[in-house]
């Protein structure tokens, strides 16, 4: 069973927060920010019993400023987490290595998202107004609402959408050993899902060479590597499907990386420059002005919707 809460704090206390165990609640003190403020969680979000995010606002009743407040569950215990700045209203967790957060700063909407290590703003529509609620139907969709202010009119309603195209690895459609339970992932991993590709930032473009890459839902702690090849592909690799086929360019194995506790890698920007780098004589470098083979080609943009 899930349910989540609102919890309230009060003056020189700090939140408490509740989960439902054994269809019974118990409840837990979660760290205050500023024992002296006055902190309100908002709203919480899971992807996993050891993944769970709470965010809300934690006022100072010296200076009437309101800042934000983000908790993080581990499955053992709540601590406290730096944030993009701002109030804080809703929350979406996507994977460890990912998650969302919206509010409001200096009379702008925010947004911000979670890499896996640290909280960053992420580029949204500029428009005067708060964000309430957000949640993600997938990595790559993701929406969020709330209200704006319109000179002259005053509120009204708010909507912001966030698309990004998502690369998975293999189907299990793609032929041979692939066994998954989520049609939609890649190979199942020993968490139970597929891991998923994505393209959070940049360009395909070659002269650029700012696109980043992401990989989430990974088993954690694990060593794994980027393969850049020049074709796609389908065969056997390991226990899973390797969708990377060497084409004319042959294929390139980025350094080993681990997943760290979060199940998640990033790669880039710079993905051009370190393979140039690496390069053997006499080998035939990515043209400039061309897209790579095989990554998303479709830009991360958040937009407004209708009003």
Same mark, same amino acid.
């Given at each position: 069973?899930?349910?989540?809460?609102?919890?309230?704090?009060?003056?020189?206390?700090?939140?408490?927060?509740?989960?439902?165990?054994?269809?019974?609640?118990?409840g837990?003190v979660?760290?205050?920010?500023?024992? +002296?403020?006055?902190?309100? +969680?908002?709203?919480?979000?899971?992807?996993?019993? %050891?993944?769970?995010?709470?965010?809300?606002?934690?006022?100072?009743?010296?200076?009437?400023?309101?800042?934000? %407040?983000? /908790?993080?569950?581990?499955?053992?215990?709540? #601590?406290?987490?730096?944030?993009?700045?701002?109030? +804080?209203?809703?929350?979406?967790?996507?994977?460890? @290595?990912?998650?969302?957060?919206?509010?409001?700063?200096?009379?702008?909407?925010?947004? @911000?998202?979670?890499?896996?290590?640290?909280? /960053?703003?992420?580029?949204?529509?500029?428009?005067?107004?708060?964000?309430?609620?957000?949640? $993600?139907?997938?990595?790559?969709?993701?929406?969020?609402?709330?209200?704006?202010?319109?000179? @002259?009119?005053?509120?009204?309603?708010? =909507?912001?959408?966030f698309?990004? =195209?998502? /690369?998975?690895?293999? &189907?299990?459609?793609?032929g !041979?050993?692939?066994?998954?339970?989520?049609?939609?992932a890649?190979?199942?991993? =020993?968490?139970?899902?597929?891991?998923?590709? &994505?393209?959070?930032?940049? #360009?395909? #473009?070659?002269?650029?060479?700012?696109?980043?890459?992401?990989?989430? /839902?990974?088993?954690?702690?694990? +060593? !794994?590597?980027?393969?850049?090849?020049?074709?796609?592909?389908?065969?056997?690799?390991?226990?899973?499907? %390797?969708?990377?086929?060497?084409?004319?360019?042959?294929? &390139?194995?980025?350094p080993?990386?681990? #997943?760290?506790?979060?199940?998640?890698?990033?790669?880039?920007?710079?993905?051009?420059?370190?393979?140039?780098?690496? =390069?053997p $004589?006499?080998?035939?470098?990515? $043209?400039?002005?061309?897209?790579?083979?095989?990554?998303?080609?479709?830009?991360?943009?958040?937009?407004?919707?209708?009003?």
């Open positions: 069973m899930a349910a989540r809460s609102k919890a309230r704090g009060s003056k020189g206390r700090p939140s408490q927060s509740r989960y439902i165990s054994c269809c019974s609640w118990s837990s979660v760290p205050a920010r500023d024992p +002296l403020s006055s902190n309100i +969680l908002r709203a919480v979000s899971a992807s996993g019993p %050891l993944d769970v995010w709470a965010v809300g606002t934690s006022k100072n009743p010296f200076t009437s400023m309101t800042g934000g %407040l983000i /908790e993080h569950w581990d499955g053992n215990a709540w #601590s406290l987490v730096n944030g993009a700045g701002g109030a +804080l209203y809703g929350v979406a967790a996507v994977s460890p @290595g990912d998650a969302w957060q919206v509010g409001d700063h200096a009379g702008l909407a925010l947004i @911000g998202r979670w890499n896996g290590s640290t909280w /960053e703003v992420s580029p949204s529509p500029s428009l005067a107004g708060r964000l309430f609620a957000a949640t $993600a139907i997938t990595a790559g969709d993701v929406w969020a609402v709330g209200q704006r202010h319109v000179s @002259g009119v005053g509120l009204r309603t708010l =909507s912001e959408h698309v990004c =195209s998502v /690369e998975l690895y293999c &189907f299990c459609g793609a !041979g050993g692939c066994p998954n339970p989520d049609p939609g890649g190979c199942a991993n =020993s968490t139970g899902s597929g891991a998923s590709l &994505f393209h959070p930032s940049g #360009s395909t #473009s070659v002269a650029l060479d700012d696109l980043v890459l992401g990989a989430a /839902e990974l088993p954690p702690n694990q +060593l !794994g590597i980027f393969l850049m090849g020049g074709a796609q592909a389908s065969l056997p690799f390991s226990d899973g499907r %390797l969708c990377v086929g060497a084409g004319s360019a042959g294929v &390139f194995r980025y080993r990386q681990s #997943s760290g506790t979060s199940g998640a890698m990033t790669l880039g920007p710079g993905i051009v420059a370190r393979r140039r780098s690496r =390069s $004589a006499g080998s035939r470098p990515e $043209a400039p002005g061309t897209s790579r083979p095989g990554t998303a080609t479709r830009p991360c943009r958040a937009e407004r919707g209708p009003t």
